[in-house]
């Protein structure tokens, strides 16, 4: 059956060590890899066991004041526990009762889900916060039934700003109430605040000057209009806010990194630059590319070259986990991105990602050899492991006859044959093992 959660879908990550040529993260241990969006099946195969989700409604769980239902939760956690899965699951405050008239309830469907705001009933949502948390804790007081797997990982909210009804002054205080319910029920739980929605992390990012261009859906954007877009700055108002005022009130920064794989690192540079956000661990629980599948120009075969990239620029980053979409979601953007077919059949993505995973995980350092103009090298380095990874953007011939090389793969795990010594790199990456 699917691995569909009643109250989510699930986001799965696997095991592989990451600490980037950075003080602050030397010695730190985090599983890079992962996936979200998959059956119990896929997640074997695939070979994860960490996962953002199930999404928490309060409405969906207390329909009625005082009245949970939580049959449902408990199913779908104690079947991820059962099955091995780590899960972080998503406060969403958004209800029929506790949250006022401009906050649509959608009902019961997960995926018709949109929007937050602030509790009118704030007694009431800590209550709530306090229960979900007491229930998964494991701490055997007022335990779900059949608890396999505690729950220590929770993330307010889902994506900001883009689900968020209300003014920054509103987020930041939920943010610290919330947290403060979190804390009091399980002081040694990790409070992740919602993912920063990629269009305003990336538009923002461009109005800093952090880099130095941007294009949505093949339109370039020009950093002078922003400053005049309405939408714009109430964006980046509620964006600041979860970086600034917020920052205190959360242990975790989860970032949407989607298509724009060479920005990765300016855009982390850019959020290490507000003083409450730096040294604070990076995640990116939603992510992948390229960006050009919104214009239908990227093949499945520019996907499958974008995974290793991607996930190279994370570590180079310092963005200790990454999550890419395994299934499809009806009606979302990068759903070509996916690693498979809505029918569950594979893309060419799917081997890139296990080849990828296969290669680099293990390593401890990661150091840039080369960078454009030039040709992108960077080396892994572990215990137990070696690995370089090349691409360039523009063809060309690489002398690889002085490097001590066992085997030359592709992003699929192909056998790449040199010339004399020689190797045509280009924009797919390689793998010098």
Request: aromatic share 8%.
């Amino acid at each position: 059956m699917r691995f569909w959660l009643a109250l989510g879908l699930l986001a799965l990550l696997s095991p592989a060590l990451v600490a980037a040529d950075n003080p602050e993260l030397a010695g730190k241990s985090e599983p890079l890899f992962g996936v979200r969006n998959a059956t119990l099946a896929q997640v074997r195969e695939a070979g994860v066991s960490w996962c953002p989700g199930p999404v928490i409604a309060w409405g969906m769980i207390e329909p009625r004041r005082g009245s949970c239902n939580w049959s449902e939760l408990d199913r779908a956690i104690n079947s991820a526990g059962e099955a091995g899965i780590q899960l972080i699951p998503i406060l969403a405050c958004s209800s029929p009762w506790g949250c006022g008239p401009e906050v649509a309830w959608t009902g019961n469907n997960p995926r018709a889900l949109r929007q937050s705001g602030y509790p009118q009933e704030e007694r009431a949502w800590r209550r709530f916060v306090c229960a979900v948390v007491e229930r998964y804790d494991g701490d055997g007081v007022d335990d779900a039934p059949r608890l396999v797997r505690p729950i220590k990982y929770w993330q307010m909210e889902r994506e900001l700003p883009r689900t968020w009804v209300g003014k920054p002054a509103q987020l930041v205080s939920y943010l610290r109430m919330t947290r403060e319910a979190i804390k009091a029920t399980d002081a040694r739980a990790t409070v992740v605040v919602g993912g920063l929605a990629p269009n305003a992390l990336y538009a923002c990012a461009l109005a800093d000057k952090a880099i130095p261009e941007l294009s949505l859906r093949g339109r370039p954007v020009d950093r002078a209009s922003l400053a005049q877009n309405p939408l714009f700055r109430e964006q980046k108002a509620l964006v600041e806010a979860v970086l600034g005022p917020a920052a205190p009130y959360y242990d975790v920064l989860d970032v949407h990194l989607y298509g724009r794989y060479a920005s990765i690192p300016a855009v982390v540079g850019w959020l290490d630059g507000h003083p409450g956000v730096k040294g604070k661990p990076k995640w990116c629980l939603q992510g992948g590319g390229p960006v050009e599948v919104f214009d239908g120009a990227a093949s499945e075969q520019d996907v499958a070259s974008h995974v290793a990239k991607w996930y190279t620029m994370l570590a180079i980053a310092g963005v200790q986990r990454g999550a890419w979409t395994m299934l499809p979601e009806p009606g979302a953007e990068f759903n070509e991105t996916a690693l498979l077919q809505a029918n569950g059949d594979k893309r060419l993505a799917f081997p890139a990602y296990r080849v990828a995973m296969a290669r680099i995980s293990g390593f401890t350092k990661v150091t840039v050899d080369s960078r454009p103009p030039g040709p992108m090298v960077v080396h892994f380095n572990g215990p137990s492991m070696n690995v370089h990874i090349a691409w360039s953007d523009a063809a060309r011939a690489v002398d690889v006859s002085q490097l001590a090389i066992k085997r030359v793969t592709d992003a699929e795990g192909k056998p790449v044959a040199t010339r004399r010594g020689m190797l045509d790199l280009g924009p797919a990456p390689f793998f010098f093992e």
